[in-house]
């Protein structure tokens, strides 16, 4: 496959900061989304020239603000307790997924939010997670049993 | 919802202070048009006449590295130095260039045409023989025409031998108006 070329780090944020914002207000609420975002996108910018291509640039973004949202999660309810979510008008359909799985654990939610919601691979969601594939696939399963449990 | 305009320009502001930007970009406008102005941190690496951003953040991420962002706090300092200049107050700039991804010979002619101060005028000939290649005249003029950061480092000051304008990448019109407005111009 031919290579990507990487494109300046301008057009891929141009790109990608408006659904990156939003996914972090639904994740953590508008007041810890300005850090969250600050830090995504500082975090993406580090690690930039260390990209191999660009494909799945997106994917990548989102990798890198769901562990800060679930970074910032852990650091706020250190005993488990999931703060409530922030709800904007008018979401895209991952965002109801986003709001029903809004009662998991972080891990949980992150992962069934990007396996059903973004479709992003157990590769990438173990990267966002900071675990095994196994370990996101098994926290993605789980999170639906819990769901379907819930809305049964 | 689009991410608020001040949690945007914080990102950019925090990019460029925290050192990890290989290019930082901005445009201003001025009485030549409007001007795309880059830096690294090393220096000022473009100033582009009538700029196409897209086109230019593309060629700078080619020349520099990927890490290209806007950035205005970045650029305060040459904004507010060509206000100056184009403001009559100000005859020398305090910036540094960075010209190191240009070729050797290239880089020998900005670095003796910026010993032309303000107000004069020097020839492709005469810059030719002060880098030591008296019969390189016409490369000169092809170095100059590729000169990345026009006005900071003058090369509207170069002159035919007959004291004709010649050319300029951004255009005799603009050429002649730096010349005037530097009390320059040739009767």
Not at chain 2, 162 to 169: D, E, I, M, N
Request: net charge neutral; hydrophobic share 40%; with cysteine.
């Amino acid at each position: 496959m031919e290579a990507v070329a990487i494109p300046p780090f301008e057009s891929f944020y141009a790109e990608t900061r408006d659904e990156i914002w939003r996914y972090l207000v639904r994740l953590l609420g508008r007041e810890s989304a300005e850090d969250a975002f600050q830090e995504t996108f500082l975090r993406a910018l580090r690690g930039y020239p260390k990209l191999a291509h660009a494909r799945h640039l997106r994917a990548w973004a989102f990798t890198i603000a769901t562990r800060v949202a679930v970074d910032e999660r852990r650091r706020r309810a250190p005993a488990g307790t999931v703060p409530e979510l922030a709800v904007e008008d008018a979401l895209p359909a991952y965002a109801e997924l986003d709001h029903l799985a809004g009662e998991l654990p972080a891990t949980e939610r992150a992962a069934v939010v990007l396996r059903y919601g973004y479709d992003l691979p157990y590769a990438d969601i173990a990267a966002a997670l900071g675990s095994s594939e196994a370990a996101a696939r098994q926290a993605a399963s789980s999170g639906v049993r819990r769901l379907r449990r819930r809305t049964a | 919802m689009s991410v608020p305009m001040d949690i945007d320009r914080t990102f950019r502001e925090r990019a460029a202070a925290e050192g990890i930007l290989d290019v930082a970009y901005d445009l201003t406008d001025s009485p030549v048009g409007e001007l795309l102005l880059a830096a690294t941190e090393r220096g000022m690496c473009r100033i582009s006449f009538d700029p196409e951003p897209e086109r230019a953040i593309e060629e700078l991420a080619k020349t520099h590295g990927v890490r290209v962002l806007r950035s205005s706090g970045a650029l305060q300092q040459p904004r507010r130095q060509l206000d100056e200049y184009f403001g009559g107050s100000r005859r020398d700039f305090d910036l540094r260039v960075d010209l190191a991804a240009l070729p050797s010979f290239q880089q020998a002619v900005l670095a003796e045409l910026q010993r032309v101060p303000y107000g004069a005028t020097d020839t492709y000939g005469g810059l030719a023989a002060r880098i030591g290649r008296p019969r390189a005249a016409r490369a000169v003029g092809g170095a100059l025409n590729r000169n990345p950061v026009p006005i900071v480092v003058p090369c509207h000051r170069v002159v035919g031998s007959s004291g004709s304008l010649v050319g300029y990448a951004g255009g005799l019109e603009r050429k002649e108006r730096l010349l005037a407005l530097e009390g320059a111009l040739l009767g």
